[in-house]
C-alpha cells in the first residue's frame, strides 16, 4: 500500500511569493495534519483536517490557509512568502479524528526555500 | 501553554541501553507519543502513553508519569541505525500534537 505522498518535494521561491503544497493520505484515512519543521527543531503544528472540515489550527499568521478535497487530500497554501517560511513542511494522515492521540503516518516532506 | 522538554544530544554505545528523558508543563493532555527522525526523513510513530506506567514494543520502551510531568523513551541493544533524532510530542484536547525540539541520540560502535 502507497503511503503518505506529498508534492513538490522542493520548492524555491522569493519573498512575496505564494505557494501549494499537496498531500494524499493513505488510502481509508480521513485525517490529515500539516507541520512546519525549522532546521534542528521540532514539528510546529499548523492545521489538521477530519472529513474536509478543519478540526484543529496552531499559532499560524492568517498567510497559512489549508482545505481537504472529497477524497482526503488536502493541499496548504502559504501567501506573501517570507524568508522564515523556510522550511520542511510535513503532511500527516491517520485514520481517527484526532491527531492528539492516535498514530501518525508522515509523507517525506516538501522542502520550501525562500530566496 | 504547553512546553515540553528534552535533552539536545544523547551518547551512548552499540549495543547498550539508553534512556532519553522528556519533561512538559501542560494544563491538560490525551497523551504522550515518541517519534523518530532519521536526518532527511520523515518521523516516524514509535510508541504511545495515554495512561501512567510501562508501554513495551520491543526493543523500545515507553514510559509516562502525570503525577510528575514526566516520561522517557527506553532504547536496549542499541544498534548504528538507531542514530537519529527522537522526540516526545503532547496530544492536547484541541487536535494539536506540541512537540519537543528533539534528541540528537549518537550511536558510538
Given at each position: 500500500?502507497?503511503?503518505?505522498?506529498?508534492?513538490?518535494?522542493?520548492?524555491?521561491?522569493?519573498?512575496?511569493?505564494?505557494?501549494?503544497?499537496r498531500?494524499?493520505?493513505?488510502s481509508?484515512?480521513?485525517?490529515?495534519?500539516?507541520?512546519?519543521?525549522?532546521?534542528?527543531?521540532?514539528p510546529?503544528?499548523?492545521?489538521?483536517?477530519?472529513?474536509?472540515?478543519?478540526?484543529?489550527?496552531?499559532?499560524?499568521?492568517?498567510?497559512?490557509?489549508?482545505?481537504?478535497?472529497?477524497?482526503?487530500?488536502?493541499?496548504?497554501?502559504?501567501?506573501?512568502?517570507?524568508?522564515?517560511?523556510?522550511?520542511?513542511?510535513?503532511?500527516?494522515?491517520?485514520?481517527?479524528?484526532?491527531?492528539?492521540?492516535?498514530?501518525?503516518?508522515?509523507?517525506?516532506?516538501?522542502?520550501?526555500?525562500?530566496? | 501553554?504547553?512546553?515540553?522538554?528534552?535533552p539536545?544530544?544523547?551518547?551512548?554505545?552499540?549495543?547498550?541501553?539508553?534512556?532519553?528523558?522528556?519533561?512538559?508543563q501542560?494544563?491538560?493532555f490525551?497523551?504522550?507519543?515518541?517519534?523518530?527522525?532519521?536526518?532527511?526523513?520523515?518521523?516516524?510513530?514509535?510508541?504511545?502513553?495515554a495512561l501512567?506506567?510501562?508501554?513495551?514494543?520491543?526493543?523500545?520502551?515507553?514510559?509516562?508519569?502525570?503525577?510528575?510531568?514526566?516520561?522517557?523513551?527506553?532504547?536496549?541493544?542499541?544498534?548504528?541505525k538507531?542514530?537519529?533524532?527522537?522526540?516526545?510530542?503532547?496530544?492536547?484536547?484541541?487536535?494539536?500534537?506540541?512537540?519537543?525540539?528533539?534528541?540528537?541520540?549518537?550511536?558510538?560502535?
Amino acid at each position: 500500500d502507497a503511503g503518505v505522498t506529498q508534492s513538490p518535494t522542493h520548492l524555491i521561491k522569493t519573498r512575496g511569493q505564494q505557494v501549494t503544497l499537496r498531500c494524499s493520505p493513505i488510502s481509508g484515512h480521513k485525517s490529515v495534519s500539516w507541520y512546519q519543521q525549522v532546521l534542528g527543531q521540532g514539528p510546529q503544528f499548523i492545521f489538521q483536517y477530519y472529513e474536509k472540515e478543519e478540526r484543529g489550527r496552531g499559532n499560524f499568521p492568517d498567510r497559512f490557509s489549508a482545505r481537504q478535497f472529497p477524497n482526503y487530500s488536502s493541499e496548504l497554501n502559504v501567501n506573501a512568502l517570507l524568508l522564515g517560511d523556510s522550511a520542511l513542511y510535513l503532511c500527516a494522515s491517520s485514520e481517527l479524528a484526532s491527531s492528539s492521540y492516535n498514530e501518525q503516518f508522515f509523507g517525506p516532506g516538501t522542502r520550501l526555500t525562500v530566496l | 501553554g504547553q512546553s515540553l522538554e528534552q535533552p539536545s544530544e544523547v551518547t551512548a554505545v552499540e549495543g547498550a541501553i539508553v534512556q532519553i528523558n522528556c519533561t512538559y508543563q501542560t494544563s491538560g493532555f490525551y497523551g504522550l507519543s515518541w517519534y523518530q527522525q532519521h536526518d532527511g526523513g520523515a518521523p516516524t510513530f514509535l510508541s504511545y502513553n495515554a495512561l501512567d506506567g510501562l508501554e513495551e514494543t520491543g526493543r523500545f520502551s515507553s514510559f509516562l508519569s502525570r503525577s510528575d510531568s514526566y516520561g522517557y523513551l527506553l532504547l536496549q541493544e542499541l544498534q548504528m541505525k538507531d542514530s537519529a533524532s527522537y522526540f516526545c510530542a503532547l496530544g492536547d484536547s484541541n487536535y494539536q500534537l506540541i512537540w519537543g525540539a528533539g534528541t540528537k541520540l549518537i550511536i558510538k560502535p
